[in-house]
């Protein structure tokens, strides 16, 4: 997972801090650069690839929607203001997601969520090739490739990465919804395997490396479109 570059156009010193608070909490993000004013923005804009921008509609030189108004090209935009009459034109811009101050860091996480169109839970952080999960008290990162399979520990799951165990703060179902499905099935229970790990399989046992693992009676049918996909391979 790449570490995504956050601008913040604000003014505002309080709502400054509180954002680089917020955004400080997500580890897949660089340090934010903050400009205070609209023209300075144009400027960070021009030298630097941002992967998201917060911008304040109040600001000392042109507003947040002129602002708009000079940028139809630009990096996706989570607006922040404490007016909602800026919402309507706001969205005719396309922007990403409407802020309204004060906000949440759960708010702001959803907003975060919608600009990058990855995957946010309290416990985990995924994108199209890793996810983020809550290992005790930190994020982890776990690359889909390197993840062989996942088994059931009650409320928690093992995660094994060359023949190493991890235990997440995540269920097994959690993970089955947010682990993707083209790489990842549901086999038992107990069990979720990467489908690119399997060497050998037949209507009770998948064989990943020297670990067997039982198919479940209930998940035989539903795994037919995996075994023709394997097999076309």
Same mark, same amino acid.
């Given at each position: 997972?790449?570490?995504?570059?956050?601008?913040?156009?604000?003014?505002?010193?309080?709502?400054?801090?509180?954002?680089?608070?917020?955004?400080?909490?997500?580890?897949?993000?660089?340090?934010?650069? *903050?400009?205070?004013?609209?023209?300075?923005?144009?400027?960070?804009?021009?030298? =630097?690839? &941002?992967?998201?921008?917060?911008? !304040?509609?109040?600001?000392? !030189?042109?507003?947040?929607?002129?602002?708009?108004?000079?940028?139809?090209?630009?990096?996706?935009?989570?607006?922040?203001?404490?007016?909602?009459?800026?919402?309507?034109?706001?969205?005719?811009?396309?922007?990403?997601?409407?802020?309204?101050?004060?906000?949440? &860091?759960?708010?702001? *996480?959803?907003?975060?969520?919608?600009?990058?169109?990855?995957?946010?839970?309290?416990?985990?952080?995924?994108?199209?090739?890793?996810?983020?999960?809550?290992?005790?008290?930190?994020?982890?990162?776990? =690359?889909?490739?390197?993840?062989?399979?996942?088994?059931?520990?009650?409320?928690?799951?093992?995660?094994?990465?060359? =023949?190493? *165990?991890?235990?997440?703060?995540?269920?097994?179902?959690?993970?089955?919804?947010?682990?993707?499905?083209?790489?990842?099935?549901?086999?038992?229970?107990?069990?979720?395997?990467?489908?690119?790990?399997?060497?050998?399989?037949?209507?009770?046992?998948?064989?990943?490396?020297?670990?067997?693992?039982?198919?479940?009676?209930?998940?035989?049918?539903?795994?037919?479109?995996?075994?023709?996909?394997?097999?076309?391979?």
């Amino acid at each position: 997972m790449k570490n995504y570059l956050p601008l913040i156009v604000e003014d505002d010193e309080s709502s400054t801090s509180i954002l680089r608070e917020y955004l400080q909490k997500l580890p897949f993000l660089q340090k934010p650069i *903050v400009c205070k004013t609209a023209f300075e923005a144009l400027g960070a804009l021009k030298q =630097h690839s &941002f992967d998201m921008v917060f911008l !304040d509609m109040y600001l000392p !030189d042109l507003s947040g929607e002129e602002l708009l108004q000079l940028l139809p090209k630009r990096p996706p935009t989570i607006i922040t203001t404490s007016d909602p009459n800026f919402a309507v034109n706001c969205f005719d811009f396309d922007v990403a997601d409407y802020l309204m101050k004060p906000f949440s &860091f759960l708010r702001c *996480v959803r907003a975060v969520n919608r600009a990058l169109e990855m995957q946010v839970s309290d416990n985990s952080v995924a994108d199209a090739h890793s996810i983020f999960l809550k290992v005790g008290r930190q994020l982890k990162q776990f =690359h889909y490739k390197d993840i062989d399979y996942v088994e059931a520990f009650g409320i928690y799951s093992k995660l094994i990465t060359h =023949h190493q *165990v991890t235990v997440v703060n995540e269920t097994i179902t959690s993970l089955e919804e947010r682990l993707p499905k083209r790489n990842f099935a549901r086999v038992q229970k107990s069990y979720i395997v990467n489908v690119e790990k399997i060497a050998t399989y037949d209507t009770k046992y998948l064989q990943l490396g020297t670990t067997k693992i039982p198919i479940g009676l209930t998940y035989r049918n539903s795994l037919q479109g995996f075994w023709n996909l394997i097999d076309k391979g």
